[in-house]
């Protein structure tokens, strides 16, 4: 059973579209990461946060924005979509001293 | 965080222990090895990490060389779901630690 929840499972969206991907969990994490991943390449950073009102960026965050006004709540959102977004989302939480846990992800694809 | 090496793909009979080694070098004394897996197309999984000692859980069993320069993770009797793609990272377990660097990893392929 997860833990933490990605919505949407996929997606298809068109350029210039304003996208939101949700990510949420009930451990009481305070610490929250947004990665993208291309099929079979590394996890890039893209947003962090150690708490409520704490966001962070990290290597790939130009072209998109988190908010952390609820502890459970790490939504990402992409202003403008591009066909160069088109990849996997994964929203990952994790306590200190412990491993991430991390969602299934959410398979973006700009048309 | 300390960067690692680790082998791009292995195979392993189903049954038998699968032993994949990572490198990390330049770790320095506060930083935890993690070991996480990724099957297709899911979110990494978190495996087992350490600091000093070696560590056994239900999962898998890690073992830390004495100069922490690298270590092994051991499924004892690998299976065909162990099927995956398995990252080794080091990072501060503590505040602070956030920027991670998963790498391409170590495909394991279980063969029957």
């Known amino acids: 059973e997860a833990d933490i929840y990605q919505t949407p499972r996929y997606l298809v969206i068109g350029t210039g579209k304003k996208i939101t991907l949700e990510c949420s969990q009930t451990m009481g994490h305070d610490k929250m990461y947004w990665y993208q991943q291309d099929p079979g390449m590394e996890l890039h950073l893209i947003h962090y946060s150690y708490g409520v009102n704490s966001t962070e960026k990290g290597d790939l965050s130009s072209e998109s924005t988190v908010s952390r006004i609820r502890t459970e709540h790490f939504p990402l959102t992409l202003e403008s979509a591009r066909p160069s977004h088109t990849s996997q989302y994964l929203c990952?939480?994790?306590?200190?001293?412990?491993?991430?846990?991390f969602g299934s992800g959410t398979r973006l694809t700009v048309v | 965080d300390a960067k690692t090496t680790q082998p791009t793909s292995m195979d392993c009979a189903e049954g038998r222990a699968a032993n994949l080694p990572c490198n990390h070098s330049t770790i320095s004394g506060n930083e935890y090895v993690y070991w996480y897996r990724q099957i297709h197309s899911q979110g990494p999984q978190y495996i087992i990490h350490?600091?000093?000692n070696n560590e056994t859980n239900e999962m898998a069993s890690l073992i830390i060389t004495e100069d922490r320069k690298s270590s092994t993770l051991i499924l004892p009797h690998a299976t065909l779901r162990d099927t995956a793609v398995y990252y080794c990272?080091?990072?501060?377990?503590?505040?602070?630690?956030?920027?991670?660097?998963f790498g391409t990893g170590t495909r394991l392929t279980v063969i029957p």
């Open positions: 990272i080091v990072s501060r377990g503590q505040t602070g630690a956030n920027n991670l660097f």
């Open positions: 350490g600091l000093k």
């Open positions: 990952a939480s994790r306590r200190d001293g412990r491993g991430y846990t």
